[in-house]
């Protein structure tokens, strides 16, 4: 009887039993897709990005997803000491005045072919000319569409500085300033400034289907593009016909994915090879099969007021909360202590930080008195937008939101903490429907001025990145001056005035300036993270690490940086 | 048979009507102009807005309001989502076969485990396995699942590495979508990697299905469990035993044919359960089906993506749940009374 | 010499009496029902029980593990989360919300559903095959999508997902009710009450209703433990109880951003969860072991 009943159990088991089976050979035979694999890079980023083209925004995550990947610019920033050099264009002059910059273009430089465009013809200067006109030309065909903004553009005042681009032959561009510009060089190099194809949008002006200059996009760099799907995934090959030589991968893939522990959980579970933005860093270094990469960023978060909108268009009301929070708790809570408070928006190493601005005060008193002061006693009710996803400058803007919610409270004031899907939340932050907002700035090059202009110049607040509104016409008057000359003891002076001004007026509180992190399988290898600016998976290549942790490079070609 | 049928439909119809009723309110319900809320242009111009009003009739009266949107619905016209502002027909044309590809892979695996583990609860009924099975059983659908399914990422994804945490299928392959299904799409796809890329499918399907089983699969036993012991007391079993049919042979022959007939039924009923477990499922391993679809709307308060969603989820469920009946009803003659 | 009593006096104990005789004698079904007693006193008593706020967090104890591990403090029995909040106060307080809702959710339905069905099981005709269709689609569609559509209507928030939920489960009750007064109708003892010359209501009231108390508990307790997960997966997906409230499902998605650093904060909320679900369905059980006991005797 027993017996019978073991074999009846078994027979009920047996289909069980090798399913089973089957369904083990099936997962553990997947050697093959290693070839796929080893090609390839997946990348879980940490939003969607707002368009294909950074002329037209100031995003991290869209500099991140597109700039080094689909373009290249003019000029370049290369090596430890951040020198400006050539890379479309292969060398360049300035004259003695500054007012004219003419650029030497290299030859042979091959655009994407991708389903939707051939390129017949390689760089030349009519691209140089259609990329900047687009921004400078107000009638120019391409320059509305997409909205017509280009922030960053406006922000450093690029139309009124640049009279008019010439062609002189096919490789060479001249640009006619109007006055000379220290920085006009460093913005040339940012990854904003990138060429575009002027024969694509010949193509697309005849279609008239112009937007798909910025949805479609032609470049000429590493990689090209295949595939998007919103909220979901970007897709890259490789350009085989680069100018330089081509990538080591294949395939790029930026997985989309804004949950923190999911990034984690697909690192983890070796379906990122790379992932943006990593929580939980003893997670990783526990481990031998994961790197975690750190760069000294030139970034700074703070804390803004719209200074449009009452009571922040109080200077007391400003003051008053800005000795109430207390930033030291901050860096010990959000960035687990591995941030520096911030003195200014200037972090310490830029070489226009004074040692002699210490940071704002924490001191509840002072803060009570002059709410007092302005009339407040009672308090008042505001929000505080936060950003919803990780960012170099914060790892987490709504505990740090959540915080600030604590603090304010023991002088009176009752906070709301409001935060949207990343682009939703940049776009309503640009229709000033805020009060105050935990944002940030990362810098796009090492000139300070980087700091100054975008966040908080008047010009800026017509572009959507100064989101205090705050304009303050000598303010703007220093900054000027700082560009024009070439002394550098006389720019820090300058800037030195600028930030007393800052500290002053406090249309925004400075809170930390913070590492930029990355985390890796330890079998990509290459440089991706940059102490400013965007990612490049340019560099980047996958080796194999076998059992007895001798590494055989795959591909052990160098790759010149550009 | 006729009347079974007349019965049915008007039951599906009285039962489409409410539902498309329901969803037409919806957008007086929400905040925010009705006509953008129908259509989901939140970016229109005003001469935009005057061509929608004309569409969706708002001068009128809501009887032919009603009617209006009823003709948007049957021609296929679902509005835009207003977060992504891509066509909802679209989107749920992607999302609702995941869906469904889930629900039945979990439902096979509930049923694969569920009933066998039932029938041997009940022939060991009484003793210690058939109270184990019970009290597993009884664990398994007080688990919350999405619970279940965080541990099941950590025990299986990260601690083992066995299986993928998210996603229906690695990236790197790019699968055309032809029918939705992605196991038909990639069968019928071109590409060099066809049988790697049914692996992977396979691999990433695995823990979802099986969490969202877990629960179902308690159902499945208790209903076998419960069938197998009524059917093992009737007296055609009795009368096989005296017969001097061995216990095996009864089983076999008699006893798990009987048995199942009165399961059937409840599996198909079972199918709406199981695509709800599966919407809550999707949002944690990540699976691009309806349910994380929805939820997300719900959350970025994307009014034409929850009216028109909510109308599409629930047709469909009551499709499936009538087609059941109906072919429930033409196997076996019994239930047509009802 | 007082003697007590002479003769055995024959006790009839009453249908629901004779339940519970049987629940009491079934272990595993007291355990259950202890610690549903448990989380109840805890739903009630926890602003008077709880050690900390669960609102307010210590900014210096943040992120600690529970007691028991090496760095764990012990004033801090289950550790404590990113803000500093006292993780045993919060489920404390949970239990309130999670569990203790469910409990007002399952009662407010319970009598509304009731009443809509014994009424309905009176009528006949139109009405009630219009209501029979009506059931068959609401019943069709599963409880927690349900709800899902209805928050997803009037809005995210605890109060309407307990509307939701409530609404939600009225038509099981209705159901219950409808099919066990029917068969109940059926029966000689009511027909008897009948040819007395009771009307119906009294015939309900005194007849029928202590008869189908157990069914309509066991439903009850079927219904509890559904409203539990429901309430804890609403949470969970951010369409129940809002920040910061201490929902057990909403702790638990809260956790989740924290999983690599605090798996505490995920690991303790889902086991609540369970305990509480499995209470439930003992209870529930013993109940329905308990009816099958007396019907077959």
Known sequence: MVILMMKLKLM????????????????????????????????????????????????????????????????????????????????????????????????????????????????????????????????????????????????????????????????????????????????????????????????????????????????????????????????????????????????????????????????????????????????????????????????????????????????????????????????????????????????????????????????????????????????????????????????????????????????????????????????????????????????????????????????????????????????????????????????????????????????????????????RNKNVVGPILAAFGGINFYPVSKVNISYDNTIKSNNTKKMSVQ | MLIFTLRRLSLFTFTMLLLTILSFSLSFLFPGDSVINLSGEVNATAAQLVELNLEYKTDQNIVIQYFSYLSHVLTGDLGLSMASQSLITHEIAILLPATVELSLVALLIAMFFGIPLGFFAAIRHNKRSDNIILSVAMIGYSIPVFWLGLLAILLFSINLGWLPSAGKISLLFEIESITGIQFFDILLSDSPYKWQAFRDASAHILLPACVVAIAPATIFIRLSRTSMIEVLQTNYIKAAKAKGLSFKQIIIRHAIRNSLIKIIRHVGLQFANLVTIAMVTEVIFSWPGIGRWLIESISQRDYTAIQNGLLLLSCFIFIVHILIDFIYAALNPLARDN | MAREKIYLEEVFPSPFMQHWLIFRKTPVAMIGFACFIFLTILAVFTPVLAPYSPIDGNINMLLLPPAWHDDGNVSFLLGTDELGRDMLSRLMYGSSLTFGLSFVIVIVSLVIGVVIGSLSALTTGIKSSFLNHFLDVILSIPSLLLAIIIVAIIGPSVSNTVGAIILVLIPQFVHVTRYAVKEEFRKDYVLASKLDGASSFRILYYSIFPNIVDRIMSQATLAQSAAILDIATLGFLGLGAQIPLPEWGAILANGLDLFYIAPWTVYLPGLSILFAVVSTNLVGEGIRHALKLRKES
């Open chain 1, 12 to 519: 009920k088991f047996k289909p069980f039993i090798s399913s089973i089976i089957i369904s083990f050979l099936l997962i553990s035979c997947s050697d093959n897709k290693l070839s796929l694999s080893e090609r390839s890079i997946i990348y879980c980023s940490e939003a969607s990005p707002e368009t294909f083209n950074p002329q037209l925004i100031t995003s991290g995550t869209t500099i991140d997803a597109t700039s080094n990947q689909i373009y290249n610019r003019l000029i370049t920033y290369q090596g430890e000491d951040n020198k400006i050099v050539p890379a479309l264009a292969k060398s360049w002059h300035v004259t003695r005045d500054g007012k004219m910059v003419t650029f030497y273009l290299r030859k042979n430089i091959a655009f994407h072919q991708t389903s939707y465009f051939t390129p017949t013809r390689t760089l030349n200067a009519d691209d140089i000319l259609f990329s900047f006109n687009r921004i400078l030309d107000k009638s120019h065909p391409f320059h509305s569409i997409s909205g017509g903004n280009y922030p960053f553009f406006q922000g450093i005042k690029f139309n009124s500085l640049v009279e008019y681009i010439e062609k002189i032959n096919d490789y060479t561009v001249r640009f006619k300033l109007r006055h000379s510009d220290n920085s006009f060089l460093a913005n040339l190099a940012t990854d904003f400034s990138v060429i575009l194809s002027a024969e694509y949008a010949g193509q697309l002006a005849n279609k008239n289907t112009h937007h798909e200059i910025d949805i479609l996009p032609i470049g000429t760099g590493p990689f090209k593009f295949k595939e998007y799907r919103v909220g979901s995934l970007i897709r890259y090959y490789r350009h085989d016909n680069y100018w330089q030589n081509k990538a080591n991968i294949e395939q790029l893939v930026f997985d989309i994915t804004p949950s923190n522990t999911s990034r984690l959980t697909k690192l983890l579970a070796k379906e990122c090879d790379v992932i943006s933005y990593p929580v939980a860093h003893e997670k990783i270094t526990e481990r031998s099969d994961l790197k975690l990469d750190s760069v000294t960023s030139l970034n700074v978060s703070y804390f803004g007021f719209n200074t449009n909108k009452e009571p922040f268009n109080n200077k007391l009301v400003r003051k008053a909360i800005s000795f109430a929070i207390n930033k030291q708790a901050l860096i010990e809570t959000v960035y687990h202590g591995e941030a520096e408070i911030a003195h200014s928006i200037l972090p310490e190493s830029s070489w226009a930080h004074n040692e002699k601005i210490l940071p704002q005060e924490f001191n509840l008193k002072k803060a009570k008195q002059l709410l007092d002061e302005a009339g407040y006693t009672d308090g008042f009710t505001t929000d505080i937008w936060a950003v919803p996803i990780q960012r170099a400058y914060n790892p987490n803007a709504v505990t740090m939101a959540k915080l600030i919610q604590a603090d304010l409270k023991k002088i009176g004031i009752t906070v709301n903490i409001i935060s949207y899907e990343w682009n939703t939340f940049l776009h309503r932050l640009t229709q000033g429907e805020h009060q105050t907002f935990l944002l940030g700035w990362s810098a796009d090059h090492p000139d300070p001025d980087n700091f100054f202009t975008p966040m908080l110049s008047c010009s800026a607040t017509n572009t959507s990145s100064n989101r205090t509104f705050w304009c303050n016409d000598k303010y703007d008057q220093l900054l000027q001056r700082a560009l024009q000359t070439s002394n550098i003891n006389l720019r820090k002076k300058y800037y030195t005035q600028a930030l007393e001004i800052l500290r002053n007026e406090l249309p925004l509180l400075p809170i930390a300036h913070s590492k930029r992190f990355q985390a």
